[in-house]
């Protein structure tokens, strides 16, 4: 998979050098090029923002570095077919697990992270006659621009790729939550530590006795963490049960 990530700070995206993908960078499975959104401005000052029309606070992102910046990426894209744009945006669609499978699967995927008030809206329209445009919030709150936005989706879509996490169990168990539940709880040895005991149930080698207490913690905390998935699965498991 081929990444673009295109910023007014693209030393910002260094954190994607570590670990996991920094690893996968490594081995092939993964290019990821940052642009300075700065290399296509032609001004002494380098400026990428303007007073928003209209009137207002802030700035507002100027369209045309952002044009320039992404038609030197299409230019050095070899394959034919429009190339995915995400822009994050706290007015997006939301990301979630299921997009980030569905990122997961593109040869190349290009991201525009904003700053100051955002990107004129012209940009984003002009950008579709070249790439499939997908406007993401990673969350309802609001960031101070779009890097870590991008952080948090990159490091979503490229743990589905094969092989970039070396433990495909991991994955597998995943999945499994993925019926709708949140997390069981995990420990390690020692089995008592500051006077606190690991669950006796996962100590017994009783390994359908531990499935069973898993499954219960699962709904146990859905139900009262997030009670808007937990209303989910039960209507999905009625579903599956008819
Ligand atoms: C500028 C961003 C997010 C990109 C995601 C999320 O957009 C704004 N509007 C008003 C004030 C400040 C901003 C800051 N800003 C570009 C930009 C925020 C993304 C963002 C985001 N994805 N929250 N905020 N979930």
Do not use: C
């Amino acid at each position: 998979m081929r990444l673009d990530l295109i910023s007014i700070f693209p030393e910002y995206f260094e954190a994607l050098n570590l670990s996991l993908i920094g690893r996968a960078q490594q081995d092939g499975l993964l290019e990821i090029r940052r642009t300075n959104l700065r290399d296509y401005t032609h001004d002494r000052h380098r400026t990428v923002d303007s007073p928003p029309a209209g009137g207002g606070a802030g700035m507002v992102m100027k369209p045309e570095p952002w044009a320039q910046a992404l038609e030197s990426v299409l230019s050095d894209d070899g394959a034919a077919a429009r190339p995915i744009l995400v822009v994050p945006t706290p007015s997006g669609e939301l990301f979630t697990q299921q997009r980030a499978a569905e990122l997961a699967a593109a040869e190349h995927l290009v991201f525009a992270p904003g700053r100051f008030e955002g990107i004129d809206e012209r940009l984003t329209d002009w950008a579709q006659e070249h790439f499939q445009v997908h406007r993401l919030s990673i969350g309802d709150y609001v960031l101070n621009g779009g890097e870590a936005a991008v952080i948090v989706m990159v490091e979503a879509i490229t743990r589905l790729i094969p092989g970039v996490i070396g433990n495909a169990e991991s994955l597998t168990e995943e999945s499994h939550s993925a019926d709708g539940l949140l997390e069981y709880p995990v420990y390690t040895k020692p089995a008592e530590w500051r006077g606190r005991r690991i669950p006796e149930v996962l100590l017994s080698g009783n390994h359908a006795k531990i499935e069973a207490w898993r499954r219960e913690q699962s709904q146990q905390r859905t139900r009262r963490r997030r009670p808007d998935l937990w209303a989910k699965h039960v209507v999905a498991r009625e579903r599956a049960a008819e």
